[in-house]
């Protein structure tokens, strides 16, 4: 997928690993105590999570996956608590896991068609920031990135919501938590109460670890992360 990097981090891990103990650790279990250690340092070490391991590596890899499992930026909140019910995750689920778009970094292309070229509820100012950056027609050779938090946009923490009740986020499927009474509530309770937010993450986050994890003939032990043995 074009908007993930990093994965020469997760490669690193895995080489040290398997020189220390080759064949034991997969590479679902590097990812998910990497993204348990970014979580850890970016917020200030205000987010410890504890995430159990034993998961095996799929058999299959193929990017395109990816895309099929996740949840566009132009959902609207309906489709958002489907897509995550369809994952084992509540509504309250996807609106703490959304809180993670406090950090991070997207492409122009997954939001100016739903919220710089039509009328939205984006605030004036911010959509005049984004214009600056980003061109009309993003394509693949001008498809610029921005923060998606403009305000702490290298510490994770409970701005996003803050953002969203002043109408500066970037994608359809951020601004949408609004329009719901219920998922509305949680945005608010989410920005406004001290330490709320973080609480909430560290569980939604274990039960996102837990989503299709495969165990003994279902899976194996990657030697490269990249492909399957």
């Not at 220390?20 to 650790?25: E, F, K, S």
Request: glycine letters at 6%; hydrophobic letters at 40%.
């Amino acid at each position: 997928m074009p908007s993930l990097r990093g994965f020469e981090v997760i490669d690193a891990a895995k080489d040290a690993v398997e020189k220390a103990c080759p064949g034991v650790v997969s590479c679902a279990d590097i990812v998910a105590f990497a993204a348990r250690d970014a979580a850890y340092f970016l917020s200030r070490m205000r987010v410890k999570i504890n995430v159990p391991g034993g998961r095996l590596d799929g058999r299959r890899s193929v990017d395109s996956d990816a895309l099929a499992n996740l949840p566009p930026p132009s959902f609207d909140v309906t489709q958002l608590i489907s897509a995550f019910a369809a994952k084992g995750l509540d509504a309250e689920d996807m609106v703490v896991l959304s809180g993670a778009h406090t950090v991070g970094r997207s492409h122009c292309s997954s939001f100016v068609s739903d919220r710089l070229a039509v009328p939205s509820d984006i605030n004036g100012g911010f959509a005049n920031i984004l214009r600056s950056r980003c061109p009309a027609n993003p394509s693949s050779s001008n498809d610029p990135t921005v923060n998606q938090d403009i305000v702490s946009p290298n510490a994770l923490d409970n701005q996003y919501y803050k953002n969203i009740l002043t109408h500066k986020v970037l994608f359809a499927s951020d601004a949408t938590l609004l329009s719901s009474p219920t998922t509305g509530k949680m945005v608010v309770d989410n920005a406004n109460i001290p330490g709320w937010w973080e609480e909430k993450f560290k569980n939604s986050f274990v039960k996102m670890t837990s989503i299709g994890v495969k165990t003994g003939y279902q899976g194996e032990i990657r030697r490269h992360c990249r492909i399957v043995n």
